[in-house]
């Protein structure tokens, strides 16, 4: 005889995985209570239960006989729903140890009556493991999947049940408060994704608990829906003005509640979504700056940084009158024509030279980027002349030394260094001209040397 407790897990990834529904507590109860042969009366049930015992009768009752039906393609009853769920249990279980001695059956089969989707019955993969441990686990449990949080705030017992019980057969994880202090610390314990909330209660009404949860940073943007009776426009001006998103009066229909609360519920997933891409797209733009900023060759700044960067400098220079140096260094008698066979040569030197002149020039303040292909730009703002020749004739020296692996190759640098005061009088356009005509000199000069003014 298979255990009752088992039978309601299988009849519960039957409902979930055939009908996308989740059973409520008075489903598990009813049906449980059935599966242990218990001859309860629906009048017994509504009594023990506390409900009345129409709604138990004509609400609870037929639609989980008609769910189990839909779940297992045959008409189920109170009579002869152990019969079936265990047929069931059995024919799955059979289909399991095949699964599991034949590689050719790659996973759980599908209800032999149901709609063809392949439910998950952990109890059963765990009790027939034994057959083949190596093996992954078939399929995720549906019931995995995470399901709105509700929370109710009213200080009427019978309310909270209705709804809750309401709420729960949808499948929405539902919590209770009966006052303002005790909602406020099951908010503060687990943020719910949206509240059921009663205008008039003790102590703290539902206005001034709506406008305090809306004050907070941490609650503000959990959507609020009044539930009651007042039906005065001017309540329900209120209830808004306080931050509610939805006013639902009271004796409410069904329908009408569960097509409110799943708009607003959808409303804020879209947001969720919204605000995620949009921090996606905000961390894609900002790494493509940074790549759009890095010579990718030789990990320091791109021709486009060194632009901007020798433009905020300028002005900034200009303003509070301090000294800009602009150095150009550029790798000596390097054939832009070499063959293919010499690129990695190149690439090795460029990166080399690139380490030393950032290992040199290493203050907050100063930019080092590759200006053209085998040139490079160096930005020193507010630098004394002396220091920045000092800096430069260490690179010349330093690169001397650069080796590369097997290759006989000595470098030099031709550096074209120029240090100004900006003003109103002198472009930036002619600063960097001179520079660059500061860098022509050297390389005419022989390379291997400074030109400055």
Known sequence: MINPEKLLDLAENLIHTQTNTYCSDLHRKILLSTLRGERKTYEEFADELGYSCKYIKHDIAPKLWHLLSVSVGQKVTKSNVRAILEQQMRWYARNLVSSKLDPSVSSLPTNPKGTGKKPSFPFL???????????????????????????????????????????????????????????????????????????????????????????????????????????????????????????????????????????????????????????????????????????????????????????????????????????????????????????SVKEQLLFKTAQIIKNIFKRPEDLIARYEDTTFGIILPNLEMETSEAMARNLLARVEKIQIPSISLTCTLSIGMATVFPDRDFQLETFVKNCADLLERAKNEGGNGIVLV
């Open 125 to 343: 993969e765990e009790e027939f493991a034994s057959i083949d441990n190596s093996s992954e686990p078939f399929i995720d449990r549906a019931a995995t999947l995470t399901r709105a949080s509700i929370l109710l705030i009213d200080d009427e017992p019978k309310n909270l049940r209705l709804l809750s019980d309401l709420l729960e057969e949808q499948g929405y994880e539902v919590r209770q408060a009966i006052d303002a202090s005790i909602a406020i610390e099951a908010i503060n314990l687990a943020a719910p994704d949206l509240i059921l909330l009663d205008v008039c209660m003790p102590e703290l009404d539902g206005y001034t608990l709506c406008q305090r949860l809306k004050a907070n940073p941490e609650t503000k943007d959990i959507p609020i829906i009044f539930v009651t009776a007042l039906d005065e426009a001017w309540n329900k001006v209120k209830a808004f003005s306080t931050g509610a998103v939805d006013y639902i009066n009271k004796p409410f229909k069904v329908v009408e509640v569960l097509a409110r609360i799943e708009n607003q519920l959808t409303i804020k997933q879209s947001q969720k979504q919204l605000l995620a891409k949009n921090a996606r797209l905000e961390r894609k733009i900002q790494e493509l700056q940074r790549l759009a900023a890095i010579d990718s060759l030789t990990q320091v700044s791109s021709r486009n940084r060194f632009d901007e960067y020798l433009v905020f400098n300028w002005y900034q220079s200009s303003a509070v009158r301090t000294s800009l140096t602009l150095i150009f260094a550029e790798i000596d008698n390097f054939d832009r024509d070499r063959n293919s066979t010499d690129a």
